[in-house]
């Protein structure tokens, strides 16, 4: 299994980037997948997940009306489409997935079975 994570940069304040995360050894469909972002200094936290059918969809609340989670399980790829990018969302991007449902909930990073690389998010003043 591989999740592969890209679109991650440098952007000014204001600025936009859309992130994806391919997937690819996995019955795609079947899985949730969730975004997560890790800033230096600070512990990994949750930004937005997408169910496996893609009618359920959670945000953190410090990206809402920013940032928009989507999947196409034609091309097995997950997006993240992040506007209105600001310092603070400075950080490395992780996507993972986890099969079927949570057994919490889609913000508990133990719930994911798989984790992808990261990209790197940088976005200057």
């Known amino acids: 299994v591989q999740l592969q994570a890209s679109g991650g940069g440098l952007v000014q304040a204001g600025g936009s980037l859309r992130l994806s995360c391919a997937a690819s050894?996995?019955?795609?469909?079947?899985?949730?997948v969730g975004w997560f972002r890790q800033a230096p200094g600070k512990e990994r936290e949750f930004v937005a997940a997408?169910?496996?059918?893609?009618?359920?969809?959670y945000y953190a609340d410090s990206v809402k009306g920013r940032f928009t989670i989507s999947r196409d399980n034609t091309k097995n790829t997950v997006f993240l489409q992040m506007n209105s990018l600001q310092p603070e969302d400075t950080a490395v991007y992780y996507c993972?997935?986890?099969?079927?449902?949570?057994?919490?909930?889609?913000?508990?990073?133990?719930?994911?079975?798989?984790w992808g690389q990261g990209t790197q998010v940088t976005v200057s003043s």
């Open positions: 993972a997935a986890l099969r079927g449902i949570p057994n919490n909930n889609y913000y508990s990073q133990n719930d994911y079975d798989y």
């Open positions: 050894g996995l019955a795609f469909s079947h899985y949730g």
């Open positions: 997408i169910s496996w059918s893609g009618r359920s969809i």
